[in-house]
């Protein structure tokens, strides 16, 4: 095998023209399969970096009303347990699991005033001491909430720095008092994302989207939230994952978790409307509670839903690619033809001598894979810097594919052992006589 190979180097040299021009088609497809397959990898991370985040890995779990979040400021009492501790407990006992809060909310609240300046469309959140931390915020100004500040009820607020500027516009919020449904709260703190959990805003859109979606947020301590909303009401859950990968997974966990004394509360309710139903009442209180359950935001679900998008119509766009290598396979086949034509006397003379038709077979096999094997790793090289090309000019991502540079050679070697089994057979079937007396 090795003398095999030896001698295939040593006809492709002797006929470098010809032999370049044969593994041209197969360079060219090989290399605009790199560079679309780098595309779509480099795409895909971009998408799932965009729909999930900065690898800030976080899950959220809300209340739904059928498809739709459940907020208590528009939508009637769902008649909804309260969360539990031990259910936070079961929580953050789970695998991949690395911290955990449950929040109270109000997504869409108009309510909040410094003067005569109102916070329009912000969100207010009663959080525990948990939050800042599961949910990747940090103290930019003043301070956090104490657990002080929990015990004795006290009504202070942690403001981000769009709700601070559209309260205040360039005062100095610390220290001052805003009202939330016409309570004072006290301004204790700013607050701001960590580098983690930043959006990646890469386009003047993505920043428009960003700013449209963040009016301003508004945090108290969950003691408090009675005092300006109502008590019991239903509170969400944020979670923190250790890896990507893991979100589903937990975030289907988490859902049967929170919705354990839910779905209790749907049966006794079932029940109770059977009996009012037999005394001749009519109650659709068991149809409007069946449909309150906790989900969660399965955002590695819908990046990989983006991505299964994009790969398809990419796909297309690989098939075509192929078309190149099957151009370049009849080449090498048209070339290894000549090439038995050309050393048809060589070949009778090997067989003169006593060599078989499998060694004559094996000879000219090695020799085509050996071709286009040279074909795929130029390709191979050609194709990366195809897709720094194209990344330079569009800036769109990419990203190497290591899967996709071995599979790339090793197909091509089988183009090679494909295409040239038909000449080969021809070589390995002359008749050493007639083959001898060949011009």
Partial sequence: MIENIKLSFEGIWSHKMRSFLTMLGVIIGIASIISIVSTIKGTSEQLKNKVIGSGNNLVTVTLNNGDIEYDPEYNSSPNAPILTAQQKEKVLKLDDVTNASFYYSRNYA?????????????????????????????????????????????????????????????????????????????????????????????TLSDYYTYSQNSSGLVLVPDSTWPI????????????????????????????????????VANTLDKL?????????????????????????????????????????????????????????????????????????????????????????????????????????????????????????????PTAISVPAIVASVVFSTMIGLIFGFLPSVKAANLNPIDALRSE
Avoid: C
């Fill in 110 to 202: 108009d309510s909040i005033y410094h003067n005569n300046s109102g916070l329009q469309g912000g969100k207010v959140y009663g959080i525990d001491l948990n939050y800042l931390d599961t949910a990747g915020y940090i103290i930019q100004m003043g301070r956090g909430f104490v657990k002080k500040d929990y015990e004795d009820y006290r009504k202070v607020a942690l403001l981000d720095s769009n709700a601070a500027t559209g309260l205040f516009e360039t005062e100095e919020p610390l220290g001052k008092t805003i009202e939330i449904k016409g309570e004072p709260y006290i301004v204790v703190g700013i607050i701001r994302e960590s580098q983690d959990s930043q959006p990646n805003i890469e």
């Fill in 228 to 263: 300006i909303y109502q008590y019991d009401e239903p509170q969400n859950a944020i979670i923190k994952v250790s890896n990507t990968e893991a979100m589903s997974t937990v975030g289907k966990k988490a859902e049967d978790i929170l919705n354990e004394n839910l779905n």
């Fill in 272 to 396: 109770q409307g059977s009996v009012s139903e037999e005394d001749g009442e009519e109650t659709g209180t068991a149809e409007i509670t069946s449909t309150i359950q906790y989900k969660a935001d399965d955002l590695l679900e819908r990046a990989k839903n983006l991505q299964e998008l994009s790969e398809s119509t990419n796909a297309q766009l690989i098939w075509i690619a192929s078309i190149s290598l099957l151009v370049g396979g009849i080449g090498v086949m048209n070339i290894m033809l000549v090439s038995v034509t050309e050393r048809t006397k060589e070949i009778g003379l090997k067989k003169a001598i006593g060599a078989r038709k499998k060694t004559i077979l094996l000879q000219f096999l090695t020799e085509a894979a050996v071709l286009t094997s040279i074909g795929g790793i130029l390709g191979v090289l050609g194709g990366i810097v195809m897709s720094q090309v194209v990344h330079r000019v569009s800036g769109t």
